[in-house]
């Protein structure tokens, strides 16, 4: 058998080719950004804060609106009245008084001089003349005050003193008596915050005469002036505070 070398054919069938692709049709690549953000740096805490976001000074509250006081602080101002005296000279008389006064919530103390103005009264067959000035001393302490209105109530100690002028005509030797007054007693007043500094109040006062006189007529019998065992203050008082 003649050895021959044999060899295998291989035919390689070319693969199709299709119609080329449609550029329109064809997908289209997008590019890609290969750009990276830099690397954030040592001891870089990050974006700043706005200004908005920044924390500002702590900031004290205010202790109120303009004008408005402190319980915890001291006030001095003048304190002025107007009203009645009840059994000082006569029955009633008209009385004023002014002064200053020193407040340091809840308490508040007041020294203001009095004047009860000379009045005349027919007393038996004689024309009296009774006048009184001194002075008053006023220590209070605040009982009550309203809640959303500046009202308080207070209630006060007080002792007056005075001088008592006295003098009758017709008479034979007409002179000028004066005697000491002196009363102690206590009351109520109510007070309101009517605008800034100003206050307005109302007050009474009871008072019993410890130093009195009585006072007669030389050469008769009787008295023109047996004062009576109790006494009083009462009116309108006006306060100011100026520091």
């Known amino acids: 058998t003649p050895l021959g070398s044999a060899r ?12 080329p692709a449609d550029p329109a049709t064809a997908p289209a690549l997008a590019p890609t950004d290969t750009t990276r953000p830099p690397a954030p740096r040592a001891g870089d805490a990050g974006p700043r804060p706005r200004p908005a976001d920044r924390p500002g000074p702590a900031r004290r509250p205010r202790s109120g609106p303009r004008g ?23 029955d009633v008389t008209p009385a004023g008084w002014f002064g200053a006064r020193v407040a340091h919530a809840p308490w508040r103390a007041e020294l203001v001089g009095l004047l009860v103005p000379r009045q005349q009264r027919a007393v038996e067959t004689v024309n009296l003349s009774l006048g009184l000035w001194g002075g008053r001393a006023r220590g209070c302490r605040r009982l009550w005050r309203a809640d959303g209105a500046p009202i308080d109530v207070d209630a006060c100690a007080e002792a007056a003193l005075g001088a008592l002028k006295a003098s009758a005509e017709p008479v034979d030797q007409q002179t000028t008596q004066v005697a000491t007054w002196l009363g102690l007693g206590g009351g109520l007043e109510l007070g309101a915050r009517i605008w800034g500094p100003l206050t307005l109040g109302v007050n009474a006062t009871a008072l019993g005469p410890v ?15 047996d004062p009576p065992r109790i006494a009083g203050l009462a009116g309108l008082a006006l306060g100011v505070t100026v520091w």
């Open 8 to 19: 295998t054919a291989t035919s390689v069938a070319p693969s199709p080719r299709g119609p």
């Open 68 to 90: 408005q006081t402190r319980a915890s602080s001291t006030h001095v101002g003048e304190a002025a009245g107007l009203g009645v005296a009840l059994g000082m000279t006569f």
């Open 211 to 225: 130093v009195d006189e009585r006072f007669r007529i030389r050469g008769q019998a009787g008295l023109v002036h």
